[in-house]
């Protein structure tokens, strides 16, 4: 439904590659964002909100930290294999030129683009307690994912103030990470540093904040 009518108006990447082809990647990175948010809204807005099983759950004897991660940790295993279900569908109506080291990295920057928007659910979901705000929040946040990190147009066919500003976007440093690798065979670590720091940053903030709102 995307790549099939876009490949008639952006035929190709600016590197010169077949847009159905170039966009696969960015594909996948839109339904692992998908596959994740529905356990993460479920646990920490929905249960918690109507002081469901979230509130229990909290009196066992772990950590607010560990909480969170567990939920994201399963959250993160159901979106893998909706994306991986989504590569099968997508090889068998596309050909796509890929090796085993591209998968894995893909696999590997999949993974941690997840935690890092997951946290960024987490973090909302934690911090809103609205229904129509967190529909609102979470409208905007998909509408930002899917047209501003890169996965379905390319930031060189923003105007240029536009493409300084979505460049340096944190939530596309995954997806980037990936891409610099796919087109120069060369891993940028300094960017992946910088993505684990962000994504231990919003864990630790999670696990304050949750501690925070069921003690209220």
Wanted: net charge positive.
């Amino acid at each position: 439904m995307i790549s099939i009518p876009l490949k008639n108006i952006i035929r190709f990447s600016i590197s010169g590659v077949a847009y159905d082809i170039w966009v696969f990647p960015g594909l996948i990175f839109i339904v692992g964002s998908l596959g994740l948010y529905s356990i993460i809204y479920r646990e920490f807005f929905d249960l918690r909100v109507h002081k469901k099983v979230l509130v229990n759950i909290a009196l066992a004897p772990f950590s607010k930290s560990q909480l969170v991660f567990g939920n994201l940790f399963v959250s993160i295993l159901e979106a893998l294999v909706m994306s991986l279900f989504s590569i099968i569908i997508y090889a068998s109506i596309v050909t796509i030129p890929f090796n085993f080291i591209n998968f894995i990295f893909l696999l590997f920057c999949l993974v941690v683009y997840l935690l890092l928007i997951g946290n960024i659910y987490i973090f909302l979901s934690i911090s809103i307690d609205a229904i129509t705000t967190m529909i609102l929040t979470s409208f905007l946040l998909f509408i930002f994912i899917i047209f501003g990190n890169g996965f379905l147009i390319e930031f060189s066919f923003f105007p240029s103030f536009f493409e300084s500003i979505l460049t340096y976007n944190p939530i596309s440093f995954p997806f980037q990470t990936y891409q610099s690798f796919s087109s120069t065979g060369f891993v940028d670590w300094l960017s992946l540093f910088i993505q684990v720091l962000l994504i231990y940053i919003l864990f630790l903030l999670n696990g304050l904040l949750l501690k925070r709102k069921l003690r209220q």
